[in-house]
């Protein structure tokens, strides 16, 4: 009963300060020319999609995103792929090489045309905002069109975050009822040891 009693009373409290992920987005559409060979070239001033969270003020403006080689990005590479600015205000993602793929693969959908291809690159980074990291993140590069385009990308990221949640009432409260029954208990035993 006791260790019962103990492990209900740690489960409470650590149920009620658990942290929690939770994920801020932001998105681009635009241009792009990709080749076989391995580099992607983007159009100037790739339009904003969608956000959240952190990165809601940046909703109004294009980003700059930067060129680079795909196939031969690798260990050690730290590279910014986008640049966007709203106001002083200035958002940067820099991609590392921790979690990088990329697949380059005939398009199959209904109405593609000859040659078509699907680049998508995924991978990890950090996101700044003035310079300062503010969280990481994971990014989603998706393009369609023949090779040496010009082609349409959607480019997505996601930044991945724990932050401990102020605890909700009930599970205060359940933490007190807790603490209270296990006082109670302490208190009985003390006294059956006595009498």
């Given at each position: ?8 009373v740690?489960?409470t409290a650590?149920?009620s300060?658990?942290p929690s992920?939770?994920?801020d ?9 990709f080749?076989n060979?391995g580099?992607?070239?983007?159009g100037?001033g790739?339009?904003f ?6 990165f809601?003020?940046?909703?109004s403006t ?11 990005y690798?260990?050690g590479?730290a ?14 993602f820099v ?7 990329y ?6 959908a209904?109405?593609?045309?000859p ?20 969280a990481?993140g ?6 369609q ?6 082609d349409s990308v959607t480019?997505s ?10 605890p ?7 933490l ?7 006082a ?5 035993r003390?006294?059956?040891?006595k009498?």
């Amino acid at each position: 009963m006791k260790r019962l009693l103990s492990a209900l009373v740690l489960g409470t409290a650590v149920a009620s300060v658990a942290p929690s992920a939770f994920a801020d987005q932001v998105s681009y559409v635009g241009s792009d020319t990709f080749y076989n060979t391995g580099t992607i070239t983007f159009g100037s001033g790739m339009e904003f999609g969608t956000a959240s969270g952190i990165f809601s003020t940046f909703a109004s403006t294009p980003a700059t995103f930067t060129s680079f080689d795909f196939a031969s990005y690798g260990t050690g590479s730290a590279e910014t792929i986008l640049s966007d600015t709203s106001g002083s205000n200035v958002l940067t993602f820099v991609l590392s090489t921790s979690d990088y793929s990329y697949s380059l693969t005939p398009d199959t959908a209904a109405g593609a045309s000859p040659g078509e291809e699907t680049l998508t690159i995924l991978g990890d980074g950090t996101f700044y905002i003035n310079d300062v990291a503010v969280a990481a993140g994971n990014f989603n590069l998706s393009t369609q069109g023949v090779p040496g385009g010009p082609d349409s990308v959607t480019f997505s990221e996601t930044s991945y975050t724990t932050a401990a949640l102020t605890p909700e009432p009930s599970s205060l409260m359940l933490l007190g009822t807790g603490l209270a029954g296990a006082a109670g208990m302490l208190l009985r035993r003390r006294r059956a040891i006595k009498a």
